[in-house]
């Protein structure tokens, strides 16, 4: 009898094991993995060079604003009226003095968790002129979320201001997660800059399709501006993204986190 058990107890840890290596989010017409493609800091030539990209292939990006130039506030309502999402990325881009440097009012240490959140409401109003929208995603700016020191990302979760919060690093084993178990207060990305080639961007997708989980691209200048990848690789990517639309589903960070939580993986 006792063997019996014991054979019993292996036949469920592998059943286990093997629900648990399945465990991932079926994305949608059977495609492999998503991948979403976010552009940061309201740069111009995401506006010039992304946007019509993106919108010729027939893909929809995210983009986090910050510092958003009021000569291009027309060109970003159209850019959502395009179906693009617009995020949060604070008004003012505060990061610590060491790291970008900026008028001493304006550094994270200047601020206090209240003083960020509610800059990040602020932004919220002008997103919403933009939009139409009640609520946004969030990136952090820099990476960070520190407010005189502090972290404020757990006010920023009581507060239910924001619906998730975009980072800017990932592990391997991102690519390969349960979406529908991310924390959405702690969403990987990763960055691609200088140096970038579609080869290097293509692989990342790669991976994320051998696990079924999802490709969060962090972009910030594309053919101009700065950390800029060459326009020509962007397009290449686009191009490799739109041969493969049945294997790879191409959405916004929000339309992924939203697919994912209505179908959680078997
Ligand atoms: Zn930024």
């Not at 958003?68 to 693009?84: E, I, L, N, S």
């Amino acid at each position: 009898m006792r063997s019996i058990f014991a054979a019993a107890a292996a036949c469920c840890a592998l059943l286990a094991l093997a629900n648990g290596a399945h465990a991932q989010t079926r994305w949608p017409n059977g495609a492999k993995a998503a991948v979403v493609l976010t552009y940061d800091d309201a740069l111009t030539s995401q506006l010039d060079n992304v946007v019509p990209a993106l919108d010729a292939a027939g893909f929809k990006g995210t983009f986090f604003l910050a510092n958003v130039d009021g000569a291009q506030v027309g060109r970003w309502r159209q850019v959502a009226a395009r179906g693009h999402e617009l995020g949060n990325h604070t008004i003012f881009h505060p990061c610590t003095k060491a790291s970008y440097p900026a008028d001493p009012r304006y550094v994270s240490e200047a601020y206090t968790p209240a003083s960020m959140l509610r800059e990040i409401i602020q932004q919220n109003v002008l997103l919403r002129a933009l939009d139409g929208r009640p609520r946004h995603g969030f990136a952090t700016p820099c990476g960070q979320s520190l407010a005189g020191g502090v972290d404020y990302l757990e006010d920023l979760r009581k507060a239910n201001l924001v619906p998730y919060v975009r980072g800017v690093v990932d592990t391997p084993a991102d690519a390969r997660a349960d979406v529908a178990k991310a924390d959405p207060m702690h969403i990987p990305s990763r960055g691609f800059g200088e140096g970038a080639t579609a080869e290097k961007m293509i692989a990342y997708v790669r991976e994320a399709e051998q696990g079924g989980g999802w490709a969060v691209f962090l972009f910030h200048g594309v053919g101009g501006d700065y950390l800029t990848v060459p326009d020509a690789e962007h397009r290449k990517l686009l191009d490799w993204l739109a041969a493969h639309r049945s294997e790879v589903w191409v959405t916004t960070l929000q339309g992924a986190l939203d697919w994912a939580k209505a179908h959680p993986g078997r």
